[in-house]
């Protein structure tokens, strides 16, 4: 199968909202979306760009995703953080992650970071055998630690 992957434009972000809605219904988190269209266009494509995308294209239709973001290790320098890779549930097996994941790592070695990273659900074994398969190390003996916006505030009136 073919694809077209290509850096995201603004105009595609309806479908990776979708795309991002559609992982959050298989990750059983439907209502945790908050994210918009005029969001995703501000924060990618306005004046403080925060986020990378990639799309992949079958038959010029969005199947895929993978936006990621700079990061800074103390212990490495540069990193990329890969926040989703999302192939649409009909692509799936067809290569297209593949093809996204490739088009990330050139990305991250044209920048010269030092490491890719990204968190998987421990319960998702078809993407712990994908990532482990193209030589990922999934390092289960890390937790992820969070503070969310009602986090935030709690510990800010507690100081």
Known sequence: MEFDIREAVAEDMPEVLKLIKELASFEKEEGAVEMTVEGLV????????????????????????????????????????????????????????????????????QLGVKRISWEVLDWNDPAIAFYEKKGARVMRDWDVVQLDEKGIQQYLNNL
């Open 42 to 109: 501000n924060d990618g494509f306005g004046d403080r760009k925060l986020f990378h995308c990639f799309v992949g294209l079958v038959n010029n239709t969005i199947g895929g995703m993978a936006l990621l973001y700079p990061r800074y290790s103390t212990w490495k320098g540069p990193v990329l953080h890969l926040e989703d890779l999302i192939v649409s549930e009909g692509m799936r097996g067809s290569g297209l992650g593949t093809a996204l994941l490739t088009e990330v790592v050139k990305y991250g070695a």
